[in-house]
């Protein structure tokens, strides 16, 4: 005993058998049946492409989870994975829209490893029809242009969406809407803009399964610049009537245009015409009318007047006719004038033309003696005055008297007529020599 006890032999004869129960334990562990359960296995769906060809497609119930139970050896069990287990339910059946209760299948790829259960039993799916709608896109402007500026219109181009997508979920859809700013800009726009599918409620509609022809719209902002632009007139200078000389209204003044602001911005002034300041003062003609033509691009705000009327008034200057008498024409060796009015129209400066008097101009018949006709003649004249800052208007004639010998004896100076000798002394008879 006291050798068993310095030498720990009881100690290490229960050790031992302890080992050996517990290998015992171990090893009967080891050959008996384990239960695992796995859970959020997908399942899988066969027969899409029987779907497809159908016009079908499966609304929900594509990513289906189920729960499977396994047996095996503990050995077997410790090699296991979620990985090994496949569930797949089949689609090709189905051929019309609905919900469908679906069985699906368990494949197990593991050695020694069996599916004692499967939660739940049947998987539901959800299968619609496909179709195609056209939408139409609907255009909401945000903003305030700037003052000036008029929004003269919008478009969309597509102004329609083709989305496909299941008839349930297309059938919500109303409309395309996409939103611009219209605040900065400061002419026609063209920009691509996205959308967004609404339901009548206003509502976004998406799903995975939606699509379209095109992911955007081109949008078209016309804008139009108003802009209030003044008519103008140039002039042709008269020797005695210039345009610092005259003053002159224009009726309508301006027009408020409308156009793109680009072309808008080019027009500082309509010119509507030439005046030739020779009709002020020959003609005492003082409103011109012109027609209001406007260039291609641009337009008028409102009724645009077909014409427009220039006024001119020539201030500080004033027309007067003189009424003259023969008493101012020069001497004629051959010509009379008998008592007449010879009116003279004078332009100036108003307080020259006011003083001027009779005696302050000259005036000069104009005549051929080969032109002349005996008895009385229209004689057109040449009036002048000493004082240039006044015009004198042509037109100024003068009646003038001439009998047939003084006419002969004008247009035959070298002919000579001598008295004969008397018949005492050349027997009788006259003779005239040239």
């Not at 769906?45 to 396994?70: E, F, I, M, Y």
């Not at 051929?95 to 790829?109: A, F, I, K, S």
């Not at 001027?356 to 009036?383: H, K």
């Amino acid at each position: 005993m006291k050798w068993i006890k310095e030498h720990d032999v009881l100690l290490r004869v229960f050790s031992l058998l302890f080992a050996v129960i517990l290998w015992a334990y171990v090893m009967s562990s080891r050959n008996t049946d384990k239960t695992v359960d796995y859970r959020n296995i997908p399942v899988q769906l066969d027969g899409l492409a029987q779907l497809s060809q159908n016009n079908l497609v499966v609304l929900s119930g594509s990513n289906n989870k189920v729960s499977v139970r396994v047996t095996g050896s503990f050995s077997n069990i410790l090699d296991m994975s979620a990985e090994y287990i496949t569930a797949t339910a089949s689609v090709a059946s189905i051929t019309e829209p609905g919900t469908y209760n679906l069985n699906y299948r368990v494949v197990v790829d593991a050695n020694g490893i069996t599916m004692s259960s499967k939660t739940p039993t049947q998987v539901s799916v959800v299968v619609d029809r496909m179709t195609t709608v056209s939408v139409p896109v609907e255009i909401e402007l945000t903003g305030t242009l700037a003052d000036g500026y008029t929004l003269a219109g919008y478009s969309a181009s597509p102004d329609a969406i083709a989305v496909t997508g299941p008839e349930s979920i297309i059938d919500q859809i109303e409309r395309a809407h996409i939103t611009y700013d219209i605040g900065s800009i400061g002419n026609t726009v063209q920009t691509r803009c996205s959308y967004t599918l609404l339901d009548a409620k206003g509502n976004e509609v998406t799903d995975s399964h939606l699509s379209a022809d095109t992911p955007s719209t081109t949008l078209t902002v016309t804008v139009r610049q108003n802009n209030s632009v003044p008519f103008t007139v140039s002039f042709i200078n008269h020797p005695y009537l210039t345009e610092g000389m005259v003053q002159y209204t224009i009726d309508p003044d301006s027009v408020v245009l409308t156009g793109s602001p680009s072309v808008i911005r080019e027009y500082n002034q309509i010119p509507l015409g030439t005046i030739d300041l020779a009709e002020v003062l020959e003609d005492d003609k003082h409103e011109f009318t012109f027609p209001i033509l406007l260039d291609n691009g641009v337009s008028a705000v409102g009724e645009l007047a077909h014409t427009a009327t220039v006024t001119v008034n020539v201030e500080g200057y004033i027309r007067r006719t003189l009424t003259l008498t023969p008493d101012v024409l020069p001497g004629d060796e051959y010509l009379t004038y008998p008592e007449q009015e010879i009116p003279v129209t004078v332009f100036g400066p108003a307080e020259l033309v006011q003083a001027l008097r009779p005696g302050d101009l000259t005036v000069t018949p104009n005549y051929r003696l080969e032109s002349l006709s005996a008895g009385e003649n229209i004689l057109p004249c040449t009036v002048t005055t000493a004082n240039r800052q006044i015009y004198v208007f042509d037109g100024t004639q003068v009646i003038a008297g001439i009998t047939e010998e003084e006419l002969y004896a004008a247009l035959h100076p070298d002919e000579v007529t001598e008295p004969q000798p008397d018949e005492e002394n050349n027997g009788g008879g006259t003779e005239t020599n040239p």
